[in-house]
T-cell receptor, first 112, second 111 residues
């Protein structure tokens, strides 16, 4: 079945360092979404990428959708303690129902 | 706007007991979802409802039932709780294939 894999599973960085998480799908995706979940919280929708090769920025966060629409990345420049949490990518499941297949997430810890 | 609300926030059950988790959204979304989240397992879809009056199984539906009561409300029922159902349950809603908006979650422990 369709799978969405994320690496790394965990990442510890010093505040101010950059961070990148990678997402790979076993199938071509029509779009990819990214979510952030703070410790003890719920997932919060960050962004959706639709076009091949698309790059979008949200302040220090840069999201990229691969040319083949099978991979994506999230890069955070100069991490801050407020970036702590788990970042999930998600691709559409079968059928046009809105359901998503989530990656297992990358948990980011930032040392002040 | 409250977004997506869930009740209860916490629940402890004994094996074999039943309960219903409630979810409501005020964003007029057609699609609603129930997920469970376990450590190291990410978010796994239990059931979803693409529109009022329809429900369908997700990745892990066994042991659960759902009801799409109306456009706003989507409930999840555990008929006979098992320790394997100890988890955090999230309800979410979306408009078609757009981003999903999650509720605060229900932390369920089954003893």
């Amino acid at each position: 079945g369709q799978q969405v894999m994320q690496i790394p599973q965990y990442q510890h960085v010093q505040e101010g360092e950059d961070f990148t998480t990678y997402c790979n799908s076993s199938t071509t995706l029509s779009n990819i979404q990214w979510y952030k979940q703070r410790p003890g919280g719920h997932p919060v929708f960050l962004i959706q990428l639709v076009k091949s090769g698309e790059v979008k920025k949200q302040k220090r966060l840069t999201f990229q959708f691969g040319e083949a629409k099978k991979n994506s990345s999230l890069h955070i420049t100069a991490t801050q303690t407020t970036d702590v949490g788990t970042y999930f990518c998600a691709g559409p499941g079968s059928g046009n129902t809105g359901k998503l297949i989530f990656g297992q997430g990358t948990t980011l810890q930032v040392k002040p | 706007n409250a977004g997506v609300t869930q009740t209860p926030k916490f629940q402890v059950l004994k094996t074999g007991q039943s309960m219903t988790l409630q979810c409501a959204q005020d964003m007029n979304h057609n699609s609603m979802y129930w997920y469970r989240q376990d450590p190291g397992m990410g978010l796994r879809l239990i059931y979803y409802s693409a529109s009022e009056g329809t429900t369908d199984k997700g990745e892990v539906p066994n042991g659960y039932n759902v009801s799409r009561l109306n456009k706003r409300e989507f409930s999840l029922r555990l008929e006979s709780a098992a320790p394997s159902q100890t988890s955090v349950y999230f309800c979410a809603s979306s408009e078609a294939a757009g981003g999903q908006f999650f509720g605060p979650g229900t932390r369920l422990t089954v003893l």
